[in-house]
Each structure stands twice: as structure tokens, then as C-alpha cells.
């Protein structure tokens, strides 16, 4: 049995049979990888504890002829975030961006660094705030990136407040308004918004501090964006709603 060695993020889980579960490892090496950990919903399963949501592991794999199997792992870092529910919410809206808008076995160190750099941060730090930075900086590496600063149209540097496009693939300046498709308002706060997060340096963690409305109108574009490239809804968008609903 050929086995091979992993530094992965664990992006998702889902639970199947009896005591298994499908893990969707971001590894460090090749990128997205979906693994099969067999019994480790038992309590006393060696695996049972590295397969959680958000850890830092390192894992040994063997190939499958469909799926590789997870054999050991190791909890390199265990980021506390499943006991408060407000920043389970937004850390798991962030890791299902990545999850649903990268493929698997495409090596992709940017990304990984990326969750990397986000897990201290949504574990201490304003979790929605950390998850549009997250969400920000990775569509900007990820192929489907919007244009903020310039024009779509025209090329023209946005100069106040002006229209963004989800459909045309960003910000419309005033000239071009009229041929934009399903132009939503883009104000000045909105722009600086997602200037900040897109320069944001994790390793000199600086203070980031948002208008509540601009970041409200951020979170909704991203979540109408990432709908609007995949085609079906985010299951963590509904997961926050009814957080906010029971804050009333
Ligand atoms: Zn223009």
C-alpha cells in the first residue's frame, strides 16, 4: 500500500455509514483533496480528533482507486472556533467560498497560506470582518476576480461614488452606466471597503475597522457573486441569517 504525507487545512466534513467521514482536506501540497477516515466518528478512533473543521493537521494518505483513504493524522493546531456560533458562522461561509470555488488536485499554495493566515484571526478576532477579508483576497487569486477600482467598460480609474456589476465583472463609472447589466450603487465607502481588504497584510495584523453598513453591503455582494458564479446558494448564508434573526 502506497501511502504519502500532507499538510492540509480541514475545509469541510461531511458524516457517512455508521462511524465515517468524507473529509475535504486544502492540502499544502496538491491543493483541494476529498478523503475517506473510516471509523473516526469512535470515540476512541486516532482520527476522531484531527478530523474536525479548522484544524492544522498533518496526515499520511494512501491512494484509493476512487477516493484516498486518511490512515493517521496529527493535530498540528486546533483554532477554537466551534464553540461561539457567530464566528462558526462566518468561518464556515469563508471556508465554503473556497471549498465551492476551487477544484480538486490543483496545487495552490496561495490559497493555502491564505486559510492558514485566516484561522488565527477568525479565532480571535471580529469573525465577519476576517471571512470578507478572507472571501476578498481569495477571489482575487481565483480566477473569477472583480474588477473595484476601474471602470469594466472603459478602463477609466472610478473616481466617488459609481455602479458595480456582479454580470459585467465589477465597478461601472458614471459615463458607462447606462450599458452596464443589473448595475447595483457602489459608493466611495463601499470602494475603500474593498481597497482595505485587498491590501490587508495578515502578518502585520493591523486594526481593520469597517463602517457596519459597508460591510453589510460587502458581505452581500460577495454571497450574490459567489451565488451568481456557482449557479446555487451558499449553505452558510442561511446559518447566519438565522443567527441575525434571533438577535431581533
Ligand atoms: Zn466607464
Redesign the pocket.
Known amino acids: 500500500m502506497e501511502t504519502f504525507n500532507v499538510e492540509a487545512v480541514v475545509l469541510k466534513t461531511d458524516d457517512f455509514g455508521d462511524a465515517n467521514r468524507v473529509v475535504t482536506l486544502f492540502t499544502k501540497e496538491f491543493g483541494k483533496l476529498e478523503v475517506n477516515a473510516y471509523g473516526c466518528r469512535r470515540a476512541r478512533s486516532p482520527l476522531s480528533g484531527a478530523t474536525q473543521m479548522f484544524n492544522h493537521i498533518s496526515a499520511e494518505l494512501s491512494h484509493g482507486t476512487q477516493v484516498d483513504t486518511l490512515r493517521e493524522a496529527d493535530v498540528l493546531h486546533f483554532y477554537d472556533i466551534t464553540r461561539d456560533l457567530n464566528r462558526l458562522a462566518y468561518a464556515s461561509l469563508f471556508f465554503e467560498i473556497v471549498n465551492r470555488m476551487t477544484l480538486p488536485r490543483q496545487a495552490d499554495v496561495e490559497t493555502f497560506n491564505l486559510l492558514m493566515n485566516s484561522l488565527p484571526a477568525l479565532s480571535t478576532r471580529t469573525p465577519k470582518i476576517i471571512a470578507l477579508v478572507g472571501a476578498c483576497q481569495f477571489m482575487e487569486t481565483s480566477g473569477v476576480q472583480l474588477n473595484f477600482s476601474r471602470?469594466v467598460?472603459?478602463?477609466?480609474e472610478i473616481v466617488g461614488d459609481a455602479a458595480i456589476s456582479l454580470i459585467d465583472g465589477g465597478a461601472?463609472?458614471n459615463?458607462?452606466v447606462d450599458f452596464a447589466t443589473e448595475s447595483r450603487p457602489y459608493p466611495v465607502g463601499l470602494r475603500k471597503t474593498f481597497a482595505t481588504m485587498l491590501e490587508f497584510d495578515w502578518r502585520a495584523d493591523t486594526k481593520l475597522q469597517f463602517n457596519s453598513k459597508q460591510l453589510d453591503a460587502a458581505e452581500n455582494f460577495f454571497v450574490d457573486y459567489v451565488h451568481s458564479v456557482l449557479g446555487s446558494a451558499l449553505k452558510s448564508v442561511n446559518f447566519i441569517r438565522e443567527l441575525e434573526a434571533l438577535k431581533l
Do not use: E
Open positions: 471602470c467598460h472603459c478602463g477609466r461601472v463609472c459615463a458607462c
